[in-house]
């Protein structure tokens, strides 16, 4: 009976429920008084109406239960789109029910505090507890509360609470970080990481200090301009004593210096006074500051003059022959001129994005590291080696300087032309090979003339037992012509390894022209005209012949090949054509010196040599190194570069002066090449007459003579020895030194001693050196396939003379009775 009156209490609570249990009591009672009526029973009639009384509160039960799922079904509350409406951005919200239960709670206060606690039971300490407590009754009972500060070590929190819901069941508390929680953010951020890094890139050097002006963090840009080192923290040092104002009041690093650029500086303050929760007036002073260089261009910062300054910069770097690029802070191509396109084989194509695509993949970071460094900081300078990915063999030097107050321009890249630098270490190597090449001639040429003589002299003593009409004669004859051949072939190989000096003599160019003539014609070939031209009243000069007929040589030689290259009249490249070289003289004089209005040539008394051909001239662009060592415009290998340059020194060395330019028409067309040399007057003795050399006429030695022979090719020996003993002398032949100093030594008596000079074991002057120790007087005759002027010039021996391999029979026949000759006429006049 207890549960159905409390079952009957529930039901009572509403007004419906009342009307009801109204409604079961009357018919509870009009059932028992019928009954009691019927049985005269007051005990059944009780009975009866507690049965009927149980059923209707089942049927009620029954019917309330029945309505009471679809009444929570529509009350019960959708919490994900509560959790969605909650969620803003740094504010963490929490709501909680009458059991102080944590209902629903967004990211932001989840990542604060968790879900293990609700407000306001919260892990604080016990005032911020109890503080939490008051807002939460104040809260229920007045329907919001709100707190300023929720001091904690770590955080200082703003709160807010609202009491809500259909039964206003419910409080949403509302936690907002103070702005002094701002102001830590800043204080704790590390501006040497990434974004320090980023300012820094923006052309922006960040940091921040306290109210005392000491630096509390900076950025790495910061640091690195201010001290030199990127990874200087400078904490606590006064921020001011970075800097320095002019007398304009221009902001600049005070490492810097004026060679920096001006700053601007921006000061933000990281609090206010109202918004920190502290009193009116007071300011903790952290700040922000920034430092914007004032050159570089931030959206539209930098004015039209800075613009037109940095075009007329550019309008100027672009004439510079001196290759130049300017690059901004991040590297980025800005501008380059012709000559820097060139030196990267980039004429045409235009510049990259970045100076790191010019460069081979091993350099790319080191560049990049240097731009960097160069764009930032003081306009410091510098240079490094880079191979470019146009010649990855050759590496070149690339300067780099910062430059500043240029808008975007940050670095200026210099990139010299390196071709002619890679051109001199080419021509160094080409030295290098040529006098390997000139050793390697001369010891060929050595050996080769010992055979040549062997050959040559055999051939002499054959002819003198065959007269001309024999089936041999010509058979001989002809072997000796191409031994003598041969012997012209080595002598141009020893020009390799030879030096020669100049033996100036006065002479008139006709006379030259005329002598070196019938050669040049052999080299032109019959399809190009030689055409000789000489002026009158020539003054004569003073030059060295064989060495001006060389110039000539040269000169004709590359005329020749311009007009067999080039074809001038139709031919094609490669076909020899119809062509015409001219040599002229000329004579000028100093007042028509005046009137040429050159600078290079002085106003003398001039005779003019002219070398021009009709070939396809010479371009432009080569005109300027056309006498350069090494330089030719002929295909690898076919061509040592030192004809002109050959012609350019000796001239020069003979106090001429020598000119390259092209021959056009009237209509402005070139027709050929012109070379023109000015060899100024010789005003003295008169030019002697060169005079042919003659070969002295084969004579017996009337007295005869004692010959000490020493050669170590048995070929060479044998030859020398039938020539000589066939003149008339006694020849004691020696196969080596060792051999002709122990003939000399053992007493014997010899008139002249006709030596090899290389020769294996003791050579030709030591064995001479070791003689006249011996016989002081003895006459020295040397026998060699080198050259004489170097021979001479390594041979320190009084007394000495000389013949050149391959010789003939009588050639070392009619030496040796020369040397005689002069040994005795030197004798009698000693006695």
């Known amino acids: 009976m207890a549960g159905v009156s409390n079952e009957i209490a529930q039901i ?14 009357g018919a509870l009672a009009l059932s028992a008084l019928v009954l009691f009526l019927a049985t005269s029973s007051w005990v059944l009639a009780g009975v009866y109406a507690a049965g009927i009384s149980v059923l209707l509160l089942g049927v009620v039960a029954a019917e309330r239960l029945a309505a009471e799922p679809a009444a929570a079904e529509l009350a019960a509350p959708d919490w994900s789109v509560t959790v969605a409406a909650i969620e803003h951005h740094g504010e963490a919200v929490a709501i909680t029910d009458r059991a102080n239960r944590l209902v629903c709670a967004n990211g932001n206060f989840v990542d604060a505090f968790g879900t293990e606690s609700a ?17 939460a009754r104040e809260a229920w009972r007045d329907g919001m509360g709100a707190l300023g500060s929720l001091d904690m070590s770590e955080n200082d929190w703003a709160i807010a609470v609202t009491r809500a819901g259909r039964g206003d069941d419910h409080l949403i508390w509302r936690f907002t970080r103070n702005i002094t929680q701002v102001r830590d953010v800043f204080a704790d951020l590390d501006l040497s990481g990434p974004f320090g890094a ?47 104002a002019d007398d304009r009041d221009r902001i600049f690093f005070a490492r810097e210096g004026r060679a920096g650029t001006p700053q601007t500086l921006i000061d933000v303050p990281l609090s206010e006074p109202q918004q920190a929760g502290l009193p009116p007036g007071a300011d903790d002073g952290s700040s922000l500051m ?18 037109a300054g940095v075009a007329q910069l550019e309008a100027l770097l672009a004439q510079l022959p001196l290759g130049l690029a300017m690059t901004d802070r991040d590297g980025r191509f800005l501008f380059g001129n012709d000559a820097f396109l060139r030196s990267v084989d980039r004429e045409g194509r235009g510049l990259p994005a970045f100076p790191t695509d010019l460069v081979t993949r091993e350099d790319k970071a080191a560049l990049s590291d240097a731009v960097r460094r160069h764009g930032r900081g003081p306009a410091t ?119 020669q000096t100049l033996r100036p003599e006065i002479l008139q160019l006709p006379d030259v022209v005329s002598e070196v003539g019938p050669l040049i014609k052999r080299l032109l070939g019959e399809r190009i005209d030689y055409y000789v031209q000489h002026d009158r009243n020539l003054g004569a000069v003073r030059a060295d012949p ?48 005046v009137k040429l209005g050159s600078e290079v040539l002085p106003s003398a008394d001039y005779t003019v040599l002219i070398v021009q051909d009709n070939g396809g001239g010479i371009p432009t662009e080569v005109l300027p190194k056309l006498f350069e060592p090494f330089f030719t415009t002929k295909e690898q290998g076919k061509g040592t570069g030192l004809g002109l340059s050959t012609a350019y020194g000796i001239v020069k060395q003979s106090g001429g002066f020598i000119f390259a330019d092209n021959v056009t028409d009237s209509g402005g067309r070139t027709t050929g090449a012109r070379f023109t040399i000015y060899f100024p007057v010789h005003h003295g003795e008169a030019p002697r007459k060169r005079e042919k050399a003659v070969t002295e006429e084969s004579s ?6 004692r010959l000490l022979l020493v050669e170590d090719e048995d070929m060479v020996r044998v030859v020398a020895e039938r020539a000589l003993a066939r003149a008339g002398y006694e020849v004691t032949a020696c196969p080596g030194g060792e051999e002709g100093l122990a003939a000399i030594s053992s007493g014997a008596e010899f008139d002249l001693v006709v030596s090899d000079v290389v020769m294996p074991g003791m050579d030709g002057p030591a064995m001479v050196r070791a003689i006249r120790q011996l016989r002081p007087h003895i006459p020295v005759l040397f ?18 003379h000389f013949i050149a391999k391959p010789f003939s029979v009588a050639a070392i026949s009619d030496k040796v009775g020369a040397v005689m000759r002069e040994a005795k006429a030197s004798s009698s006049a000693a006695n």
């Not at 960040?206 to 963090?217: K, N, V, Y």
């Not at 055999?458 to 089936?471: A, F, K």
């Not at 040589?553 to 001219?582: C, E, F, T, Y």
């Open 12 to 25: 009572g609570d509403s007004k419906s429920g009342k009307l009801m249990l109204v409604g079961v009591g």
């Open 119 to 135: 407000p306001p039971s919260m892990p604080f300490e016990r005032p911020q507890l109890e503080a939490m407590s008051r807002l």
């Open 198 to 244: 980023m300012l820094s890139r923006a052309g922006i050097e960040a940091a921040i200090t306290r109210s005392d002006g000491a630096i509390r963090s900076v950025s790495a840009g910061f640091a690195e301009r201010a001290s030199g080192d990127e990874a200087a923290t400078l904490a606590g040092q006064d921020f001011v004593s970075f800097l320095r």
């Open 290 to 307: 920034l430092l914007i260089d004032s050159g570089v261009g931030i959206g539209s910062g930098w004015d039209g003059s800075s613009q």
């Open 381 to 499: 300078s510098g240079d490094m080696a880079v191979r470019l990915t146009s010649e990855p063999e050759e590496p070149v030097s690339m300067g780099l300087a910062g430059v500043r107050g240029l808008g975007e321009a940050a670095v200026l890249l210099s990139l010299a032309d390196s071709s002619e630098e890679n051109q001199l270490k080419r021509q160094v190597a080409q030295a290098t090979k040529m006098q390997a090449v000139g050793q390697l001639a001369g010891g060929v040429a050595h050996d080769f003339n010992n055979v040549l003589t062997a050959i040559i002299g055999t051939c002499d003593l054959m002819l003198l037992r065959h007269t001309p009409g024999d089936s041999d004669y010509d058979d001989i004859q002809q072997i000796r012509a191409n031994s003598n051949r041969a012997a012209s072939l080595t002598r141009q190989l020893l020009a390799f390894s030879r030096q």
């Open 546 to 593: 064989q060495q001006l007929e060389q110039v000539i040589m040269n000169l004709a030689v590359n005329a020749r090949d311009a007009i067999n290259d080039k074809g001038p009249h139709g031919g094609k490249a490669g076909q020899a054509a119809q062509g015409r070289i001219s040599l002229l003289t000329r004579s000028l004089d100093s007042s028509e010196v």
């Open 700 to 705: 017996e030695w009337s007295v005869g003579g």
């Open 783 to 800: 026998m060699s396939g080198y050259a004489e002027e170097n021979l001479r010039s390594e041979i320190d021996i009084p007394d000495m």
